[in-house]
Nanobody
Framework: QGQLVESGGGLVQPGGSLRLSCTAS????????VAWYRQAPGKQREMVAS????????YYADFVKGRFTISRDNAKNTVYLQMTSLFPEDTAVYYC?????????WGQGTQVTVSS
């Protein structure tokens, strides 16, 4: 089944930036598409961005377009989410996973808090 570990979250002021990392163990990430999700308190988990196996195609939710960038380094079995121009509304726990039927068990996520 493998394990997903998210890291890089923290407290940042509005307008700030963070870079999240998602590392997989126990399975090869490089042969699978990967997505970042987030879940804010009291809200459902939503997809933020996704990237195909080789990184040739990416998808962004409208609310992060132009601010977030998803990328991957298959040699490191890691997917990244570069977040810029952060808003308080971006506050959430961020998770990564394989989208669709290939999804693994959810990791613990990484908390992102945008506040002054």
């Amino acid at each position: 089944q493998g394990q997903l570990v998210e890291s890089g979250g923290g407290l940042v002021q509005p307008g700030g930036s963070l870079r999240l990392s998602c590392t997989a163990s126990g399975f090869v990430f490089g042969i699978l598409p990967v997505a970042w999700y987030r879940q804010a308190p009291g809200k459902q988990r939503e997809m933020v961005a996704s990237i195909t196996t080789g990184g040739e195609r990416v998808y962004y939710a409208d609310f992060v377009k132009g601010r977030f960038t998803i990328s991957r380094d298959n040699a490191k079995n890691t997917v990244y989410l570069q977040m810029t121009s952060l808003f308080p509304e971006d506050t959430a726990v961020y998770y990564c996973n394989v989208p669709g039927p290939g999804a693994r068990s959810w990791g613990q996520g990484t908390q992102v808090t945008v506040s002054s």
